[in-house]
């Protein structure tokens, strides 16, 4: 079963625009939640991890994402987006109910900012 | 220091070839990862080692062998690779994989092309 899931593949937009990534889980159990970024021909990045406490992250790079359990999202966002932001960008969960503590990522969503 | 080296950055081997990838992590973390990632998809988790044992093998071939020397390296021995074997392969290190050590730490990664 996909824990991960970015519904999104690519999102195209203007520089200086706003823009939002979504990412939902699904998990009956408690879970952690991260953002990293993944520039070309490079490793992971973090952005930003949601571990518990105020729902409302803030990361590097002026991204922020906001935890809503009831719905069960993740969704990143960005108030103005630079060129440089042209990336790929994954959601990964680690479920608290195993052992296995490792980052189950989604499938990932391709940001290109225009000019 | 919050680097995790990956050596070699490109590598090109045959399928009848013995060759290692090399991992190396100087922040005093107790978990490593080895992450495979084919193009556009997102990193698969191949095997996880905490406090030098190995505890997460995810069904991986035995063409694949994991070592994990000492707490800051980490080795991939591949040998009999098949062609779809080509991909990006990831390092990642964290703290441990307790609640308050989540936060991985990725190299740049090691590009395997199998001919």
Redesign the interface.
């Known amino acids: 079963a996909q824990s991960v899931t970015q519904l999104d593949s690519q999102v195209p937009v203007f520089e200086e625009a706003p823009v939002e990534l979504r990412c939902n889980y699904s998990s009956s159990v408690s879970v952690y939640l991260f953002w990293y970024v993944q520039y070309p021909n490079q490793g992971l990045q973090l952005l930003l991890k949601y571990l518990s406490g105020s729902t409302l992250v803030k990361g590097i790079n002026g991204f922020e994402a906001e935890f809503n359990k009831s719905q069960t999202s993740f969704h990143l966002r960005k108030p103005s987006v630079h060129i440089s932001d042209t990336a790929e960008y994954f959601c990964a969960v680690i479920k608290m109910d195993t052992g296995r503590r490792a980052l189950t990522f989604g499938s990932g969503t391709r940001l290109q900012v225009q000019p | 220091d919050t680097e995790?080296t990956?050596t070699p950055k490109h590598l090109v081997m045959g399928m009848t070839n013995k060759k290692s990838l090399k991992c190396e992590q100087h922040m005093g973390h107790r978990?490593m990862?080895w992450y495979k990632q084919k193009a556009?998809?997102?990193?698969?988790?191949m095997f996880?080692y905490s406090y030098e044992k190995l505890?997460?093998n995810e069904s991986v071939p035995s063409r694949f062998s994991p070592e994990c020397p000492n707490s800051s390296l980490l080795n991939l021995h591949l040998h009999a690779l098949q062609p779809e074997d080509s991909a990006l392969y990831?390092c990642?290190s964290s703290q441990g994989?307790?609640?308050?050590s989540?936060?991985?730490?990725?190299?740049?990664?090691t590009?395997l092309t199998v001919v």
């Open positions: 995790v990956q978990a990862y556009k998809k997102p990193p698969e988790l996880v505890s997460i990831l990642a994989q307790g609640a308050s989540t936060e991985a730490f990725f190299g740049q990664g590009r």
